[in-house]
């Protein structure tokens, strides 16, 4: 069974940066990618960042330059720096692992407000 936990959620101010972790646990194979999508109410689940086994990325056009997406595949960790925060990056952050069909993890909250 494959578990995926996010954590580093919270409320920051405009401009203020956050740094999302999620740990994934089980039979996890590091070749598939692994992705950070965001939902906000009233809203569909979106793409912000996915990294491939080897490195490549790809980002939301509403996200580059202000986040970065980053993975340890010796801890099975994936990280999302996100930097420049707006009011619009409010949502419930996801972190997915696209092996076997793909796992989510629970969801950790971002709050941008002043």
């Known amino acids: 069974q494959v578990q995926l936990v996010e954590s580093g959620g919270g409320l920051v101010q405009p401009g203020g940066s956050l740094r999302l972790s999620c740990a994934a646990s089980?039979?996890?194979?590091?070749?598939?990618?692994m992705g950070w999508y965001r939902q906000a109410p009233g809203n569909q689940r979106e793409l912000v960042a996915l990294i491939t086994s080897t490195g490549s990325t790809n980002y939301a056009d509403s996200v580059k330059g202000r986040f970065t997406i980053s993975r340890d595949n010796a801890k099975n960790m994936v990280f999302l720096q996100m930097n420049s925060l707006k009011p619009e990056d409010t949502a419930v952050y996801y972190c997915?692992?696209?092996?076997?069909?793909?796992?989510w993890g629970q969801g950790t909250q971002v709050t941008v407000s002043s």
């Open positions: 997915k692992w696209y092996g076997s069909g793909g796992y």
């Open positions: 089980g039979s996890i194979s590091t070749i598939y990618p």
